[in-house]
């Protein structure tokens, strides 16, 4: 939909494990051989629910985890090529903000309350570009226009609480776009607003990267997001990735028992039709980390799981174009359908 | 017949924080003259963007704060003005349902107790009962019975949302506020809960007031739904008239800001310009004209009113007036 | 569907159910250990000091004047001859008593104060306007103008001392109980038809428990201080008692040729309050449930 042509991509992470240490031997393993890619001017969208591991995906890639107890212990994370898991932390530092920036589900927390809003877009600027003063703030001011704030010259200089919460996010918007980064993960940005402000930053993310070609990773638990803004769709589940499809694909031929039931269970308009019907239920609660089911996570709660899947974890194969599954009964089915 | 519900006229405002000796300097006008009325066995959605004063609406008709004016009838009886002690005989018919399942259990009782707390407050049974009635209460909301000595951090947000329906129903309420009951809850355990709340309100005939912000939701669970913004109720419907005919642009925008089903269904969309303005000086004539995409001068000066026409269908917008 | 949906146990949650023993927490928790072992020890030697001490502390032997101390004079006697051992353990008995009766009597007057001024809007500005003035007097100011109008007895300095704490007991109560009336799971107790009495008892003043015992061993050691020093003045506990105050009061004058007669009597009360603020800060960390969480 950007009118690009199919590029390298600009980031490839590669059987990414991200582990907890629990203090009672057995590390708690939240991200399991995760592997995707992006590339330029293109929207992966990773969803699952609470816990299932897509947050501290995008932590991991930015070398974020909360210390001293979370780390990387297997794989890499290639942004144009360089392993950002073996760069020291200063290179790390310059990556941050720069090469890859990221926007969070609740703005204030990703600003300083007691810095001007002006400041705070241009210090980004200083510190990765090195700018003098006065072309920074005349960058934090056209970022501002950029995210269609209106009376840009005043608030630069107004403080976030003086700022509704839309208004909050497009500032951490302009923050993380100042430096005109190639990747932006955006984990949950809409999910705090209310509905007409999230059509609002939604459009203003897909006309922002349509502007300037950069790649998105958006996380969200809303398939109605999904929907939105996806080019592909990565689906996770307990730490790993259990479905991976291009969006159209995805929504016309769901095959995990994940994915489809997702799907039944979101109440969504028109989904009523003449009278109110009751919506599909995924039985059960997701497991929790330190307790994963031994085979597919899954499997306990699947109305189609057979007694290999709580026995043998699946492992994620092809089924046509790159739509991917990893489920025993259904990666069969799925090229019939 | 009598509705289980009818609020007429209700107003909250919040004096702002006056100076010292002085006189307070304005108010926020969180509710601004709200009327509505449920019927046995009906579900009123009452829905709005966040600061719309539908919560406030809730917390005021189960008199957990005070209305401002405005009158609050439970089965025929008003109970508007009665002071804590008296409303204590009237909570076995209104029971609530809150958001957060974390912040509405108190962390140092047990789960047994948490349900059993009503029962002891108002004197039903002997000790041997209450817990029969606790174990029936856990078994019919999915919990299971055994697990009644565990405290609320033992369980997960969606069995939490159980332990706060069975409290609820403890009493045999006929009516069920619920303050956005599922908006905390993830995809697959939220449809849980809604079914849940539609498989009693069956059994037992409830009456609930379903607060929330999520459209596709309200569309669910609901019978009516009434359209908040500022204080104000602007559109009140059956449930298909409001989702397929909406009248107010309000609603329109509210429908149209709703992310889509399928990627197919991508469209250019009317996403309303700007935020919601303050309820402290909230606009002249009709509140949504400063956003709205069709206002003409009237909207400014004239507050329009909420005319129903025959279907019950209600809007409060000069423009989309029913035809008489 | 949904009726019938159990969700099985979570073996993680059952890990934090299981109370770590006591073993354990002495493990975890080394310092506050040995603080709770001195102060007991502290204890019991005030508690069994007639058993004890072997000698009486009031009995004078002139002869033995200012003796350093020996195998007859464990911490050597005083300018009256009289055992300094047996006084210091006596002394404990002061010190003990006295940090008992403020703790309790200050976190008890504090708790109700704290509670009314918490919950009655109406009642806070008046009630907090007469703590903001009790605090503003000095403890010694107070004991002195209380000796003055009446003898001195040991229930006059526990009252001085207490009318100091009070409204130190009030801020935290009240905050406590501020931040928890806005608790949903408060409006949730109304909405399900709880009275005032017991939603106080079973909902809110559960909440104050935990920082009122750690306050309340605060107030304890700070107590023991307050009283030395009140004595050491002579405005505190009557001469003729042996109170730690007291003991080194008398034997500063003789500091110069016999340093035993205010050594002992030291070390035992800077012991004695270190162990009791030991074992506050212990239980502040056991007892505050941010801390606990961290798993």
Redesign the interface.
Known sequence: MTGLAVSQPVLVVEGLRTEFATGEGHPMVAVDGLSLYVRRGETLCIVGESGCGKSLTALSILRLLPRPYGRIGAGRVLLDGQDLVQVTEAEMRAVRGRAISMIFQEPMSSLNPVITIGRQIAETVMVHEGLDWADCMDRALAMLRQVRIPEPERRLQEYPHQLSGGMRQRVTIAMALACRPRLLLADEPTTALDVTIQAQILDLIRDLQAKTGTAVVLITHDLGVVAEMAERVLVMYAGTKVEEAGVEELFDNPTHPYTRGLMAAMPHLGGAGGGRRRLHEIEGVVPSLMARPAGCAFAPRCELATERCRREAPPLVGIGGTHSVACWVTAGEGVLA | MTPVLDVAGLVKHYPLSAAWFGRARGQVRAVDGVSFAIGEGETLGLVGESGCGKSTVGKAVLKLIEPSAGSIRLNGEDITALKPAAMVAHRRRMQVIFQDPYSSLNPRMTAGNIVAEPLINFGIGNRAEQQERVAALFGRVGLRPDQRDNYPHEFSGGQRQRLGIARALALGPSLIIGDEPVSALDVSVQAQVINLMMDLQEEYRLSYLFIAHDLGVVEHISHRVAVMYLGKIVEVAPRAALFEAPRHPYTEALLAAVPVSHPRQRRRRLVLKGDVPSPINPPSGCRFHTRCPIAVERCRSEEPLLVADTDGHAAACHLREPAR | ????????A????D???RRPGLLRRFRRYPLPALGVLLLAALVTSAIGAPWFAGQDPFEMNVVDRLQPPSGDYWFGTDAYGRDIFSRTLHGGRVSLVIGVAVAAASTLIGLLIGVVAGYFRTADAVLMRIMDGLMAIPGILLAIALMSLTRASLWVVIVAITIPEVPRVVRLVRAVVLSVRE???I??????????P?LML??IL??TLAPLIVQATYIAASAVLVESYLSFLGVGTPPEVPSWGNIIAEGRLYVQIAFWNILFPSVFLALMVLSINVLGDGLRDMLDPRLARR?
């Open positions: 569907m949904a009726t019938t949906a159990i969700a099985a979570d073996p993680a949650v890990a934090v159910r608790q949903v799971y409006q949730a107790a109304t909405a399900i038809g709880t009275n005032f017991r079973k909902h559960p909440n798993l």
